[in-house]
Structure formats: structure tokens, C-alpha cells
């Protein structure tokens, strides 16, 4: 079975202060996504990497896909309390398969 | 506007009475699926379809049933549920990216708990 885990589980921090958000597998996906859920609602795709080493940036979000294909990263620059929300990563196995990660539950305090 | 529509948002049930969950997209996707999110396990894959009249199996199947008469139209149903399947559910249709990839559009999700 395919697994992806998403470290820290949880993540309190202030505003203003940095954070990195880790998705790792012993599998090699396609591609890569990172989704942002809020609460009450279903998660919304932020962004797509699929080639290995791809570095993609949104606004004070940089995404990156390991070399090997098996892990990404979430780096956020000064979060603010708009970040507050969970963070998935999903891999992509199959033309429309993909397995979501556990999930980083990230809380930005003003 | 484009969306996914589930109901109900929220459904309290007893053990074995059945019920169905309904999901509607407005986007002429193709590909429909459904999830079930517990806390610590991210999102798990219960039935997907490819089409209408198409569907198949996910990673957690068992207790659920899915049907596609139409495009539109994506119902879970649970014929006998169970404590175990207290749950948030969430519906998702899919669309074309580029290079083969697709991304998943959510509807807002419908907690069930089943006592």
C-alpha cells in the first residue's frame, strides 16, 4: 500500500514566522499536489509538481518536489492568519488516482 | 459558478437504517469519486467512476455503493450503516490538466454519524 506522510501532524505558530510542512513516501509518484482545506469546506488544489527537483512558487508559498519523486515540501514565508488551515499533499499513481497524504493541520496566531 | 453540491451537511443516523448522500457537479466532468476524511488518515478513496454507468472500487470500499446514471449525478449510499462508518465525507469530480494531470474540485462535505 501506498502512503504518504505529512510531518508535523499539527503546527501552531505566530504571524510573521516561517514554517515548512514535509510530505514523504518510499513510493515514486507522476506528480505531486498540495491542496489547502479550511474549515467547513473541502480542500482546494494549490499547486502541481511533477518534475523531480521542480521548485514552483505562490505568492509567500514555495512548493518543491524531491529529485527522486518520493517527497515535497511546503515552505511558507511569514505566515499570516489567511494560512491557518490543513494542508494535504496528494501523489499521483494512476491517470486519475491519486493517495492523500495524513494531513498537517497548521494554526497562524495574530 | 462551477461546484460540486453534496446533501445533506450534516446527517445523524441509528445502525442499519440506510441512507443515501447525494452529489451533483456543474462542470460536465467525467470522473467522480468519493472520500471519506478521519482524523490522522488524511483522505481515503470509497468509489470512484469514470463515467456514466462506470465505477469502481477505491482503497475502502466495503459498506458503501455508488451508482452513475448520469454525468451530473454521484450518489454514496450506505445500505446498512454502522458506528464505523461515522465519518467526513467528501465528494469530488475531476478535470483535465495539462500533461495528463487533473485537479480534484470538493464539494463542502457531509458529516454523517452513524450511533
Known amino acids: 500500500t501506498q502512503l504518504l506522510e505529512q510531518s508535523p501532524q499539527f503546527l501552531s505558530i505566530q504571524e510573521g514566522e516561517n514554517l515548512t510542512v514535509y510530505c514523504n513516501s518510499s513510493s515514486v509518484f507522476s506528480s505531486l499536489q498540495w491542496y489547502r482545506q479550511e474549515p467547513g469546506e473541502g480542500p482546494v488544489l494549490l499547486v502541481t509538481?511533477?518534475?523531480?527537483?521542480e521548485v514552483k512558487k505562490l505568492k509567500r508559498l514555495t512548493f518543491q518536489f524531491g529529485d527522486a519523486r518520493k517527497d515535497s515540501s511546503l515552505h511558507i514565508t511569514a505566515a499570516q492568519p489567511g494560512d491557518t488551515g490543513l494542508y494535504l499533499c496528494?501523489?499521483?499513481?494512476?491517470?486519475?488516482?491519486?493517495?492523500f497524504g495524513t494531513g498537517t493541520r497548521l494554526k497562524v496566531l495574530a | 459558478e462551477a461546484q460540486v453540491t453534496q446533501n445533506p451537511r450534516y446527517l445523524i443516523t441509528v445502525t442499519g437504517k440506510k441512507l443515501t448522500v447525494t452529489c451533483s457537479q456543474n462542470m460536465n466532468h467525467e470522473y467522480m469519486s468519493w472520500y471519506r476524511q478521519d482524523p490522522g488518515l488524511g483522505l481515503r478513496q470509497i468509489y470512484y467512476?469514470?463515467?456514466?454507468?462506470?465505477?469502481d472500487k477505491g482503497d475502502v470500499p466495503e459498506g458503501y455503493k455508488v451508482s452513475r446514471k448520469e454525468k451530473r449525478n454521484f450518489p454514496l449510499i450506505l445500505e446498512s450503516p454502522s458506528p464505523n462508518q461515522t465519518s467526513l465525507y467528501f465528494c469530488a469530480s475531476r478535470r483535465p490538466l495539462d500533461r495528463g494531470h487533473t485537479e480534484a474540485f470538493f464539494g463542502q462535505g457531509t458529516r454523517l454519524t452513524v450511533v
Open positions: 509538481v511533477v518534475t523531480g527537483g
Open positions: 467512476s469514470m463515467n456514466v454507468e462506470v465505477t
Open positions: 496528494a501523489g499521483r499513481v494512476g491517470t486519475y488516482k491519486y493517495i
